[in-house]
C-alpha cells in the first residue's frame, strides 16, 4: 500500500468530488500519481469514484480511527492511557515489543491496517481497512511471568464485558484466547510477555475483532469467522468499540493483578464455548487429549476429565469440539 493512499482517501471524506489537481497541489505530487495511487483502493475494497471534469468521490466513508473521539467516550479512563494510532503497520504487537525506547504502561497502539498481523501458534491475523480492529497494549506487571498465566483469560471476559455493552450478549469464550459466536470466530488474543520470572514484567496484548469482512477474505481464512456487523446488522463503530474495551480491561486488570483469575474464574465459565463438552485438545508435540472440558483452575489451565475420570489440567494445546463419545 502506497503511504499517501490513506491521506488521499481521508481527503475525500467529506463525500465531496475532489479534483486530481486539488489532491496534487497538496500533496505536492503529480495528478498521475494521484491517480496511481487511488487506483490502489480497490484492493482493499474501497470504492473510489472517478467522474471526469469533477474528480475523485468516495463511495462510502471508512470509519476512520479518532483519538480524539476514543478518549471522548471514555472519560473516566481516558487519562490512564496512551492512545496512538497509524496508518499502516505490519503488527502492532511486534511494534510494541521491540520499540527503541520502553513505551510507558498502558500505552496503546491501534493501526488501520496490519499488514502482517499475528495470532496464536505463528496464524496470520488477517486485517482490512475499516473491517477489522487491531491494537495492542503494554501493560506492565509487578508479578513474574508464572502470575500471568491466565491473563488472556482474563482478557478475554474484558472483551465479553465490552461486546455485551455493544449489544452482542451471546459470545463464547474458547479457551485459552478466542471469542466464538455461535461456533464462528469473531475476536482473538495474542499475550508475549517480556520480564523476569520473578518480577517485574510486561506483557503486550494484542487483540483482533472482526467488524466488517468481505467475501472474499473470509474465503481465505481457515476456519468460520464472523464480525460484528452480520451479528448486529448494523455497523459498529470502532472508536465506541476502543473506547469501551481499554474501559473494561482497565477494570478487568485491576482484579487480575490483585486476585489473578480467583474472582474471574465464575464468569469465564459462565461463557466458556464448550463447558461440560467433548474436546480434543491437539498438543504441541502432536498428540491429542480427549475428554470433558470442565471449567478452568485458578492459574488459566484448562481442568479436563479423561475417559477414565481423571480431571487434569491442560496448560497449552489446540481446542477442538469433538462429537459426543460413548462412555
Known amino acids: 500500500m502506497h503511504t499517501l493512499l490513506l491521506p488521499l482517501l481521508r481527503d475525500l471524506s467529506n463525500g465531496q468530488f475532489h479534483s486530481g489537481t486539488q489532491l496534487a497541489l497538496r500533496h505536492q505530487i503529480s495528478r498521475a500519481s494521484v491517480s496511481n495511487i487511488i487506483a490502489g483502493a480497490a484492493s482493499m475494497g474501497i470504492v473510489v469514484y472517478k467522474v471526469r471534469g469533477r474528480g475523485y468521490q468516495l463511495a ?47 500505552h496503546c497502539l491501534v493501526a488501520e491496517q496490519q499488514t502482517a498481523g499475528r495470532g496464536r501458534r505463528g496464524r496470520v491475523w488477517q486485517s482490512l481497512l475499516g473491517g477489522s480492529l487491531t491494537c495492542s497494549i503494554r501493560w506492565r506487571f509487578n508479578q513474574g511471568m508464572a502470575a500471568l498465566a491466565g491473563l488472556s483469560l482474563a482478557v478475554g471476559i474484558a472483551l465479553i464485558r465490552t461486546l455485551s455493552q455493544l449489544g452482542i450478549k451471546d459470545a463464547q469464550l474458547k479457551w ?10 469473531l475476536a482473538g488474543i495474542l499475550i508475549e510477555v517480556q520480564g523476569d520470572m520473578n518480577g517485574p514484567t510486561t506483557a503486550i496484548i494484542g487483540i483482533g475483532i472482526n467488524i466488517q469482512l468481505p467475501t472474499d477474505m473470509r474465503a481465505s481464512i481457515d476456519q468460520a469467522v464472523t464480525d460484528t456487523q452480520e451479528i448486529l446488522g448494523h455497523s459498529l463503530s470502532r472508536n465506541t468499540l476502543l473506547a469501551t474495551l481499554l474501559t473494561d480491561l482497565n477494570h478487568v486488570m485491576d482484579e487480575f493483578e490483585r486476585n489473578g483469575l480467583q474472582n474471574l474464574r465464575n464468569e469465564w465459565n459462565a461463557a466458556h464455548a464448550y463447558a461440560d463438552q467433548p474436546v480434543q ?4 508435540n502432536g498428540t491429542r487429549i480427549q475428554g470433558i472440558a470442565v471449567g478452568i483452575a485458578d492459574n488459566g489451565a484448562l ?23 460413548s462412555a
Open 303 to 325: 481442568l479436563l476429565l479423561t475417559d477414565d475420570d481423571k480431571q487434569i489440567n491442560i496448560h497449552s494445546g489446540e481446542v477442538h469440539h469433538a462429537r459426543r463419545y
Open 281 to 284: 485438545i491437539q498438543m504441541s
Open 176 to 185: 485459552p484466547n478466542d471469542l466464538l459466536w455461535q461456533q464462528r470466530k
Open 60 to 106: 462510502n466513508i471508512p470509519d476512520w480511527l479518532d483519538a480524539n473521539k476514543i478518549r471522548a467516550a471514555m472519560p473516566n479512563t481516558a487519562d490512564l492511557y496512551r492512545i496512538d494510532i497509524v496508518d499502516s503497520i505490519d503488527s502492532t504487537n511486534t511494534a510494541l515489543l521491540h520499540a527503541v525506547e520502553p513505551t510507558p504502561h498502558r
